[in-house]
DNA sequence: ATTTCCATGTAATGTGTTACATGATTCC
DNA sequence: GGAATCATGTAACACATTACATGGAAAT
């Protein structure tokens, strides 16, 4: 769950259900493992029958990648905000996309150079990861370059209008 | 519906439930247009209360982006599967993520320059619109690099063992 | 006449979230 | 002893999709 939830975010109240229908259907098995230091854990592990799904799966065609993102929405309206709230939301996102940044620098650190072979499951790790990395570097330039923008016409108005509202200016 | 399919999708079946209760709610209201090419269709307006709910949500905390998308959680299986198909997968995508660029750069072309001033409801389709553009890029750039990597692999083995499979490479 | 496209809607179903619930273990 | 964390689960509700349904207008 934790792993896949940059691309594909999900709770655990949908994913035990879903991890016990699918043990149902034989596409995964579990075992109980004991701790000491914390409560006890199931341990799913994919069964052959699993496998060959996946396997299928791998075979079908690819659906369109579905978002909800709203940071695009409120951008869309950006234009009935103050400035100033305009540069809170994209000072405030940058941190987030600096957060994310690090988070698939990381992920990359734990990819040696010597296990990223092709095909191996490292590889596709390495391969998710960068294009992680890229997006978040993208974003992230995407926001300077709209703080820029947004600084620039807010020094230049502050002496003469004092606040600068978004709606009088268009 | 369409201007936000980008960064927010949804289907006709879910907009005019949510249009009516709107209505109801006095945040829109509508009229009829009658066409004669065409069946009539029924205009909706925001109204001044509508405008208002809407200055207000600007000022609440951006929930962060939720994304389904199936082509990362294919790269994340990617070692099962054989390295055609995944060069399949991916110059498929690699066109998707054309298109993408082509239409962000169309409405790059639908915003003139000059209407481009900070405020203006331009400027926010502006900042927008750079941001798919961007996105797109990275999305190709990362799409041929994986393509190179693929490709490298493709030809190095095909003279040796035939067609080359993922799994066996791991 | 039949098919296709535009436009508006509803119904059944599926997906996903929030809130609730339990119990073990550790920390203060 | 009480709060916090880990782990697993369920129930009620909200959100979203697919499929169904209707009817006007245009194209073949």
Redesign the interface.
């Known amino acids: 769950m934790l792993?896949?939830q940059?691309?594909?975010?999900a709770k655990h109240s949908q994913i035990y259900p879903l991890l016990s229908s699918m043990e149902e259907k034989q596409l995964l098995s579990s075992h109980w493992v004991q701790q000491s230091d914390k409560p006890d854990k199931k341990i799913y592990a994919i069964t052959e029958k699993g496998?060959q799904k996946?396997?299928e799966w791998?075979?079908q065609p690819?659906?369109?990648?579905?978002?909800?993102?709203?940071?695009?929405?409120?951008?869309?309206?950006?234009?009935?905000?103050e400035?100033g709230?305009a540069v809170d939301?994209f000072e405030?996102?940058r941190i987030?996309y600096l957060e994310k940044k690090r988070y698939y620098e990381q992920i990359l650190e734990g990819i040696p150079e010597e296990t990223r072979?092709?095909?191996?499951?490292a590889?596709?790790?390495y391969?998710?990861a960068?294009?992680g990395l890229?997006?978040a570097?993208?974003?992230l330039?995407?926001c300077d370059?709209?703080l820029d923008?947004?600084k620039q016409?807010q020094r230049s108005t502050a002496s003469k209008h004092g606040r600068?509202?978004?709606?009088?200016?268009?």
């Open positions: 792993r896949i940059p691309f594909w975010q496998m996946l396997r791998m075979y690819i659906a369109p990648a579905v978002t909800k993102d709203e940071l695009s929405l409120r951008t869309f309206c950006l234009w009935l905000a400035i709230i939301i405030d996102r987030g072979e092709l095909g191996s499951k590889f596709s790790n391969v998710l960068t294009k890229m997006m570097e993208t974003e330039k995407w370059w709209v923008l947004l016409q600068t509202n978004f709606e009088t200016l268009s």
